[in-house]
T-cell receptor, first 114, second 116 residues
Framework: KAGVTQTPRYLIKTRGQQVTLSCSPI?????VSWYQQTPGQGLQFLFE???????NKGNFPGRFSGRQFSNSRSEMNVSTLELGDSALYLC?????????????FGPGTRLTVT | AQKVTQAQTEISVVEKEDVTLDCVYE???????LFWYKQPPSGELVFLIR??????QNEISGRYSWNFQKSTSSFNFTITASQVVDSAVYFC?????????????FGKGTTLSVSS
C-alpha cells in the first residue's frame, strides 16, 4: 500500500508570496492532518480535515488555511508568506473510528521563505 | 493544559548499548493516547507505538520496549542493543480523547546518535 505522499518536496518562495502544498493520504484514510516543524517551536498541529470538513484547528494565524477534497486529498495554503514560515510541513493521514489516533506521516514539504 | 516533556535533548551511545528515552506528559483528561514516533534524517515521521490511558501493560517489540506508568505520567522508550540504524530523532506525543479531532501534542524530541 502506498504511503502518504506530499508535493512538492522542496519549495523556495519570497516573502509576501503565497504557497499551496498538497497531500495525498493512504488509500482508505479519510482524515488528514497538517503539522509545521521548525527548529525553535518543534512540531505543531495546524489543522485536521475529515470528510471535507475541518475538524480541529491549531493556534496559527488566518494566513494558514486548508481544504480537503472528496477523494480525501488535502491542500494547505499559506498567504502573505513571512520568513518565520520557513519550515518542514508534514501531512498525516489516519483511518476513521478508534484507529483514527494512529497517524501516518508523509515525507514533508520543506518550505524556505527568503 | 496538555504538555509533553522530553528532557533529554541529545543522547550518544555506542552500538549494542541499551538506551532509554524519557517522556513525561501532562493532561487533564482521564482518557488519552500516547505515542512514539521516529524521525530519521529523511524527515518522515515513522509511527512506532500507540498506547491508551487504560492500558498500563508494558509492551515489547523486538529490541524496542515501552514502559507506561500513569502514577508518574511517564511513557519511556527503551532500545535494547542499539544499532547505528537507530540513529534518529524520537518524539513522544499525546492526544486527548475528548477533543474535536485527533491533534497530536509533541515533545521537543530526543536526538539519538549510535556510533559503531
Amino acid at each position: 500500500k502506498a504511503g502518504v505522499t506530499q508535493t512538492p518536496r522542496y519549495l523556495i518562495k519570497t516573502r509576501g508570496q503565497q504557497v499551496t502544498l498538497s497531500c495525498s493520504p493512504i488509500s482508505g484514510h479519510r482524515s488528514v492532518s497538517w503539522y509545521q516543524q521548525t527548529p525553535g517551536q518543534g512540531l505543531q498541529f495546524l489543522f485536521e480535515y475529515f470528510s471535507e470538513t475541518q475538524r480541529n484547528k491549531g493556534n496559527f494565524p488566518g494566513r494558514f488555511s486548508g481544504r480537503q477534497f472528496s477523494n480525501s486529498r488535502s491542500e494547505m495554503n499559506v498567504s502573505t508568506l513571512e520568513l518565520g514560515d520557513s519550515a518542514l510541513y508534514l501531512c498525516a493521514s489516519s483511518l476513521a473510528g478508534e484507529r483514527r489516533y494512529e497517524q501516518y506521516f508523509g515525507p514533508g514539504t520543506r518550505l524556505t521563505v527568503t | 493544559a496538555q504538555k509533553v516533556t522530553q528532557a533529554q535533548t541529545e543522547i550518544s551511545v555506542v552500538e549494542k548499548e541499551d538506551v532509554t528515552l524519557d517522556c513525561v506528559y501532562e493532561t487533564r483528561d482521564t482518557t488519552y493516547y500516547l505515542f512514539w514516533y521516529k524521525q530519521p534524517p529523511s524527515g518522515e515521521l515513522v509511527f512506532l507505538i500507540r498506547r491508551n490511558s487504560f492500558d498500563e501493560q508494558n509492551e515489547i517489540s523486538g529490541r524496542y520496549s515501552w514502559n507506561f506508568q500513569k502514577s508518574t505520567s511517564s511513557f519511556n522508550f527503551t532500545i535494547t542493543a542499539s544499532q547505528v540504524v537507530d540513529s534518529a530523532v524520537y518524539f513522544c506525543a499525546l492526544s486527548e480523547y475528548n477533543q474535536a479531532g485527533t491533534a497530536l501534542i509533541f515533545g521537543k524530541g530526543t536526538t539519538l546518535s549510535v556510533s559503531s
